[in-house]
């Protein structure tokens, strides 16, 4: 993001929209969804940053965040944000994977058009930016291979 600032700062607008703005979904409800998502791109960093501020916005409550990541379908979470964390799973899967059905569920679950399509865009936006955080310490590691030798089996790169 620092290497090219004018379209790191459209994404970040993006990014506060989706996750800070006035909603009908709360910025819990939103965190835990970025939070979901970070786990299923298994991304540490993004998941420790969105982990962190959703137990924040859910006044400490850390174990409620810990259920959601494995199985969200079984933590104790409204029926909507269920359904919305299984749209955001279908978008991580592909857009094939949104059905109809997927999408009429998050509607009968309480679920607004805006909802879901702020849930999609959280999904696209996270994956594009984990890969960029990928890309960026991928280009690191290629730098310090450079300099140092490192065992074929040890992983420098975690994200």
């Not at 909603?23 to 819990?28: E, G, H, I, V, Y």
């Not at 409800?29 to 962190?52: G, K, M, P, W």
Request: proline share 3%; with cysteine; net charge neutral.
């Amino acid at each position: 993001m620092a290497f090219s600032p004018e379209t790191a700062q459209p994404l970040n607008e993006l990014a506060e929209v989706l996750l800070r703005a006035p909603n009908s979904l709360s910025t819990s409800d939103r965190e835990l969804i970025a939070t979901y998502v970070s786990s299923q791109n298994d991304c540490d960093f993004c998941q420790r940053a969105h982990n962190a501020v959703a137990a924040y916005r859910l006044e400490g409550n850390e174990n409620l965040v810990d259920e959601v990541k494995p199985d969200f379908q079984s933590a104790l979470i409204s029926d909507k944000l269920k359904a919305l964390l299984a749209v955001a799973g279908n978008v991580k899967k592909g857009g094939k994977s949104v059905t109809s059905e997927r999408i009429e569920k998050a509607r009968q679950q309480g679920a607004t058009d805006k909802e879901i399509h702020d849930t999609v865009f959280q999904v696209l936006l996270l994956r594009w930016r984990e890969l960029t955080i990928v890309n960026a310490g991928a280009q690191l590691v290629h730098r310090t291979l450079q300099m140092r030798r490192f065992p074929a089996n040890q992983s420098v790169l975690s994200c």
